[in-house]
């Protein structure tokens, strides 16, 4: 527990005001949703179009045409991977995690959405088939697939590790790819990579300190994460250095194994579906000044 200050005293009422009940900040009710069975249904006659291997401790850049899956598969062990997501034609719209945590929950599964950056906040991709949704919230509260934390960098760990470098963390993994695929300076492409969708991963917070914790994925060889791509996306994974991230991350001590990403393209678009437009706010901010 954190230090309280001995001033602080709970007050009379403190029980009472603890037991307010807490409301959804956001009611996925008023959400534009997607329509799931229709996503599904395009997969029927798919074909693949691509394929690409992300080895252990590496990444590897991916394209996704809007109106397209892709799968994320696991292989050979259980291994978690860092996914990063933009807009093909604009780098600078690109997965938010926190106003996707805000909106679906701090894990992703089948139906929820991946949405991008302000001012363009619309939907990226939609995801359609999650083969460890069975493991819903375990005893610790802990689940699969999160947008609570942020990716392994080899900052906080020189910051932890008192001052050692190490060059295989998701942050450094996926700047590379990055790098690799446009052409552009590392130290450009580092500001591009963000928060990830943590896929695989097992984690939570602690009931008693509110810390992140992560477990021993559930993953095994064969399942999949499947998303629907509502734009043209460029996206890039990293088999994180962690393994199945059950002890540590941020060194070469954990069994990594790499990942499968598979991209199909459907006979025909979803019945009913159009690619979203960027958010309709105008963007004037309550100013006239420009
Ligand atoms: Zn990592």
Redesign the pocket.
Known sequence: MKPTHPDHAPPADAAARRAIKPVICYPVETLPRPDLAALRAARAGWTKIDEVIVPAREAKFFEVPAGCFFRIVSIDGPQ?G?LNLWSLKDLNERFYSGKTRALHGTHLSTGDQLWSSIPYLRPMATITEDTLDWYGIDEHGGSVHDVIGT??DPYTHHLLSGGETYHH??HSNLTRALAEETGLMKHACEFHVHDVLNVFMCTGFTRDTGQYFMKASPVRPGDYLEFFAEIDLGGAL?A???GDCSSE??SDAAACYPLKIEIYRPQDRPEGWVSPAQNGYDRTHGCDLD
């Open positions: 978690v860092d990716r392994c963390c998701c990293s994180c250095p962690g991350h941020s």
